[in-house]
């Protein structure tokens, strides 16, 4: 599995699911959360109860907590549009990537992979990273 699968099928939805959370913490109903996130409901409910999303857990890391968390405020306050949040949650996944996050996850699929070795996640997210914005 290369790393553009595990992120649409598992690192997006990781962090949806802890956006999800990080809005209910914040008292937004799962409608309003759906509304805000341009998502079902039924999709906010998964996320909510570890349907979806749960595969990566992402909350070990404080650096990606605290680009949800702003996220979160950027949401809340009505800042960003269907666009800029799809740009920012993609932001955070190539930042997780960039940073290795996701090579032990990447292991547990593919036993084949040797984190120690591979570079590739560094190399092509890097610099991708840093023209995002700066975390």
Known sequence: MNVFEIGYR????????????????????????????????????????????????LSEYQDIKNMVMRLADE??????????LQREILAIAIYAFSQRYICSFHETLDPEIDPKKCNICPSLFKQLSISFRHF
């Open 75 to 84: 949401i809340s306050q009505g800042l960003l549009d269907e666009y800029k």
């Open 10 to 57: 598992y690192l997006v939805p990781s962090i949806k699911r802890m956006l999800a959370l990080e809005l209910k913490e914040r008292g937004l109903s799962q409608k309003e959360i759906a509304k805000k996130m341009k998502t079902s409901r039924s999709a906010v409910s998964r996320y909510l109860s570890m349907e979806r999303g749960a595969y990566i857990d």
